[in-house]
T-cell receptor
């Protein structure tokens, strides 16, 4: 079945550092890919999405490019802020109306 | 409403009791979803509704779980004879339609079975 793999463990970095969170997927066909973010005490929010190969999703300084050849959708931000501290989930939707999520990565940005 | 609303936000129940969790989707959203978020399993799909119909119930973990939706709006997730492994955050989400539409999540109902 469809699945998403995120890099293990929390990510701790200093303000203004470069952030990368790796995400790879397994799916039949051509899924849509998403990054969701969960800020402390809040619900899941869509951060960005891409619906076909080579599409780049972007929002709030975050970017991710749909790479079919490597089945990846890595999340990047050039200069993180303390307010970016949250849990980030990679997800895919393969046409069956259900999202398959990765395990999530806790990101902690230190001032 | 402005967003997806869920109640209760927190529920502690004794093992063996039944619980009902309620979801009020964004007004006008025809699709409604239930997910479960737990430490061991991450985020799991449970069920979705298009209108009042649930075409795919395969994500429900056992026959103790059921869900219904009435009037194309409010949905209730019912867990009968709760077990400790049911402890999790139950997330509801809604969207204007199915595939291709942005899915908006509620803040969840935190269920603890003691």
């Amino acid at each position: 079945g469809d699945s998403v793999t995120q890099m293990e463990g929390p990510v701790t970095l200093s303000e203004e550092a470069f952030l990368t969170i790796n995400c790879t997927y397994t799916a039949t066909g051509y899924p849509s890919l998403f990054w969701y973010v969960q800020y402390p005490g809040e619900g899941l929010q869509l951060l960005l999405k891409a619906t076909k190969a080579d599409d780049k999703g972007s929002n709030k300084g975050f970017e991710a490019t749909y790479r079919k050849e490597t089945t990846s959708f890595h999340l990047e931000k050039g200069s993180v802020q303390v307010s970016d501290s949250a849990v980030y989930f990679c997800a895919l939707e393969g046409g069956n109306n259900r999202l398959a999520f990765g395990k999530g990565n806790q990101v902690v940005v230190i001032p | 409403g402005a967003g997806v609303s869920q109640s209760p936000s927190n529920k502690v129940t004794e093992k063996g009791k039944d619980v009902e969790l309620r979801c009020d989707p964004i007004s006008g959203h025809t699709a409604l979803y239930w997910y479960r978020q737990s430490l061991g399993q991450g985020l799991e799909f449970l069920i979705y509704f298009q209108g009042n119909s649930a075409p795919d119930k395969s994500g429900l973990p056992s026959d103790r779980f059921s869900a219904e939706r009435t009037g194309g709006s409010v949905s209730t997730l019912t867990i009968q004879r709760t077990q400790q492994e049911d402890s999790a955050v139950y997330l509801c989400a809604s969207s204007k339609g199915l595939s291709g539409n942005t899915i908006y999540f509620g803040e969840g109902s935190w269920l603890t079975v003691v």
